[in-house]
């Protein structure tokens, strides 16, 4: 397979609306992206979600997922339903009101060692207290939490989207990704919990068979406390509910949890970032960047697939006359590139160096990112799990996969005022087959997926800093003398070829999928080295929950003879295949961009990824691919610590 004000989120609750599905007749056409002004509207820049108060030592925070209103699109173009997060007492945004709720949400500003517990709701409901059907079409013939358990729904009977499409109440479930997190508020994809409506369907469960709270705050909440003996870092929060992940964060579902220390603060950064209590108009030289792909409806609403036969590879038959799930997509790349929840958005910026800290927080696009102008150079500060060891690192380009985190420092300097740059995508508009695809990949769309924000010079109001030459000390790697643990990424299709899964496995047992018995179990305190063989075409970003680990190199092999020799095994024809026989060439060392702590890796195809890490918390969490269509149909496994 291949800061927020009324202005820019201008919103009221709307019940039971709809989108995504252009195979009804009296659905809205697809909006054409080529006819959307770009960088006509001003790049919205995340505010700090406010606390709701302290427990002793404890920030204690009340987030609420809302469905709300919000211009995305440049004006006179329709407003978007939308899901987001909010400070829970908030009002929803709308004309002349201030609001925490966006998407992407309020950033979590947090600092390193400094406990937090956030009481999350599940506020998607009307003004009635009745539920909300999802925005997006929910397949329910996909290994998902189902809270109806088959009942209020018949999905599993029918053949046809329509019948396979569940609208019943949403459940939700929030994991802060790159966190190192006790297990039981770590979002655990069956940990979810249904919002407390007057009209839950008899049958229906509450919650999820994993849910977890430290504390009892009702129904529609759960209490989740983080350590945060992380890091200073850039981590991100999304929806992590086992099974339609995709449509929660695609319907928005996001937003930044950031890290701070006061080694980071040393360093003299480009600052201020946005801070509570900041009045309007405060300019900023920090600035997140959430980089997202969606589509959208000619009147404004999101468009996600209603159909498997969008995919354009498959018309049928579909479950339970096939493997095939009727609306699941392999993959999903929208047309209209958001930064920060607004589509292609101008930035004003002084002749001086900034801070971005940069999320891909798209479904499946691998972003590929440069300026148009080479007298703008980026330096590379940090990656997924903080600051770089030594001197930062001097970058022309970015490849960014989905769930990834860069901090980067870019310097405008050179350029006079009244001059722009345009923030550009190279990334294909298909699954990435890695640097070396072969044949080749085409480039995104130059007129739309290519271009993804703008940047324009205006007076310099003071000198900044300039960059640091040393960032930290390097972190020692820790070494071991454990056997390397080998885990497989495999594809399956139908006969013709279409897509039916992507799993993850073990050479010995081969495909897994989420529901068999774990098997990477690992002793509390080890150390391990990972070895991930891609055996699909597409480089895969593989996220391992609760650790930071260190990419150590990527050897080839031969993945078809690996496969054949392991399918023989498996049938009862063969010995028991080893990777080592298998290694082709020589092991590359990471990407430049890669030498620092991470969460997720990008795996390339005919290759042996291999990372190190220490398993320091025990616990049940998972591991999984973050292309998030891959994730939700079973490319998700159970990871131990014990």
Known sequence: MRAYGSALALGVLLI??????????????????????????????????????????????????????????????????????????????????????????????ARSGAPVRVTWRNALTDSDGEFLPHLLPVDSTLHWADPGGGAGHDGHDHDDEDGARYTGPVPIVTHVHGAHSFDHSDGHPEAWFLPDATDLPEGFEQRGPRYRTQRDDGRGTAVFEYPLDDAPTTLWYHDHTLGMTRVNVYAGLAGFWIVRGDEEEALGLPGPAPRLGDPEGTVYYEIPLAIQDRSFTEDGELFYPGSRTEFGDYSGPFIPDSEVPPIWNPEVFGDVMLVNGAAWPLLEVEPRLYRFRVLNACDSRTLILSFDNPSVPILLIGTDGGLLGGAPVPLNKLVVGPAE?????????????????????????????????????????????????????????????????????????RETTLPPRDVVLVEETTTGDAPVHVLLGTVREGALPWSAPPTEVIGLGDTEIWRIANTTGDAHPIHLHLIQFRILDRIPFDADAFSSAQAAWLAGDG???????????????????????????????????????????????????????????DMMRPLVIQ
């Open 16 to 109: 039971g609306v709809a989108a995504g599905c252009d195979d009804d007749d009296d659905a809205p056409a697809r909006l054409d992206a080529r006819s959307i002004p770009k960088f006509a509207q001003p790049l919205p820049i995340p505010p700090v979600m406010p606390p709701s108060g302290m427990d002793g030592e404890v920030t204690e925070y009340r987030i609420a997922a809302r469905q709300f209103r919000q211009q995305m699109l440049p004006p006179p173009l329709p407003a978007t339903t939308v899901w987001g997060y909010g400070r829970e007492s908030d009002p929803l945004p709308g004309e002349g009101v201030q609001s925490t709720y966006h998407s992407p949400s309020a950033t979590v500003e």
């Open 405 to 477: 985190r860069y901090d980067v420092l870019v310097d405008f300097s050179n350029l006079a005022e009244g001059q722009s740059v345009t923030l550009l995508n190279t990334g294909p508009d298909e699954a990435w087959g890695g640097p070396d695809a072969s044949p080749p990949q085409d480039p995104a769309d130059p007129q739309t997926t290519g271009l993804v924000m703008q940047m324009r010079v205006v007076e310099l109001r003071g000198a900044g800093p300039t960059p640091p030459a040393t960032l930290r000390p390097p972190r020692t790697v």
């Open 575 to 633: 010995p028991l295949p080893s990777l080592d026989d298998f290694i082709t060439g020589s092991a590359a060392p990471p990407e430049p961009q890669e030498t620092g702590e991470k969460d997720t890796v990008i795996a390339y195809p005919g290759t042996l990824t291999r990372f190190i890490g220490t398993f320091d918390r025990a616990g049940d969490y998972v591991w999984h691919c973050h292309i998030i269509e891959h994730e939700d149909n």
